[in-house]
């Protein structure tokens, strides 16, 4: 939800540095790859319990892996291995993350945070396989969910500015989990109309 409404508007605040990137040679890969290396950063500085420098570089980590698609769409190049590294990384990044978190919670024997922060970790990863399988039947789940990767970032760095990270695990464990319920549902819901549309319907529609 957030991340869609922020594309509504960064495009045009970000496309004058972006075309400059594009002019000195920098691709969209070399910016999700740079993510996922800062996303390691962040995930470092967690394990080693520097919350807060942690926080704002993942911050910087979220920017930069918003701006990779936008960089592949001012330099007019689109891929599938493109898409697939974006994935990758995502999903690395991602798991140094919550590494990262879960060690200074283990010290502490904190078993509340460590729970949910399992469940948040899953519900993620759930809620991208999801996605991927739905692909496979013809499915596009990309936009459907509440929490995208823009808004478990936004929600954990406040979250840990504020010092209030139990609640932003709290909230990624919940509403990580309803994307991914979201998901499946959508693709439940759509596999079953696009059985109930008779097969010389489906075939018209396709030829237009």
Request: charge should be positive; glycine fraction near 8%; hydrophobic fraction near 50%.
């Amino acid at each position: 939800m957030l991340s869609r409404w922020i594309r509504t508007w960064y495009g045009a605040v970000v496309r004058p540095s972006l075309s400059l990137l594009a002019r000195i040679g920098i691709t969209a890969n070399m910016l999700t790859v740079t993510s996922l290396l800062v996303a390691i950063v962040a995930g470092i500085l967690f394990a080693y319990d520097r919350s807060i420098p942690g926080a704002w570089i993942l911050l910087f980590a979220g920017f930069l892996d918003g701006i990779d698609g936008e960089l592949a769409r001012i330099q007019n190049i689109k891929s599938s291995f493109g898409e697939f590294l974006d994935s990758i990384c995502d999903h690395l990044g991602d798991f140094a993350v919550y590494i990262g978190l879960l060690l200074p919670i283990l010290r502490g024997n904190a078993w509340e945070e460590v729970i949910l922060t399992f469940i948040a970790m899953f519900a993620s990863v759930f809620g991208s396989h999801v996605r991927s399988r739905a692909g496979m039947v013809g499915i596009d789940t990309k936009t459907i969910g509440i929490f995208t990767r823009c808004e478990r970032i936004f929600i954990l760095v406040i979250g840990i500015l504020i010092g209030k990270a139990i609640l932003a695990f709290w909230a990624l464990a919940v509403f990580n989990s309803l994307s991914a319920l979201q998901r499946v549902i959508y693709t439940i819901r759509t596999s079953r109309k696009n059985k109930a549309v008779p097969a010389y319907s489906r075939n018209a529609y396709e030829t237009k």
